[in-house]
Nanobody, 114 residues
Framework: QVQFVESGGGLVQPGGSLRLSCAASGTDFSSYILAWYRQAPGRQRELVAR???????IYADSVKGRFIISRDNSMSTVFLQMNSLTPEDTAVYYCNTFPAMAYWGKGTLVIVSS
């Protein structure tokens, strides 16, 4: 069964940094595009960043230059380094494939607040 387990969220002050991790299991994800999504309160889930097996990346305009996505194919793990965080980055962050599979993890909550 496919599973995504996200971790690394927390409370951080504006301008701070966090590193999120996601372990994917249940199939061989090495050939999939992996991605991070987020859902802020009262808003729809949105794509934040995605990365191919070869390391090619695409970011949402709102995070470009601040977030860095990376992956470890051998471990089916994807990371999101988030820098210069703002309150607008407050959301539950999820990982999945791109396009997303039907299965979603519980996500990890990021709160940016002073």
């Amino acid at each position: 069964q496919v599973q995504f387990v996200e971790s690394g969220g927390g409370l951080v002050q504006p301008g701070g940094s966090l590193r999120l991790s996601c372990a994917a299991s249940g199939t061989d994800f090495s050939s999939y595009i992996l991605a991070w999504y987020r859902q802020a309160p009262g808003r729809q889930r949105e794509l934040v960043a995605r990365i191919t097996r070869f390391g090619s990346v695409i970011y949402a305009d709102s995070v470009k230059g601040r977030f860095i996505i990376s992956r470890d194919n051998s471990m089916s793990t994807v990371f999101l380094q988030m820098n210069s965080l703002t309150p607008e980055d407050t959301a539950v962050y999820y990982c999945n494939t791109f396009p997303a599979m039907a299965y979603w993890g519980k996500g990890t909550l990021v709160i940016v607040s002073s």
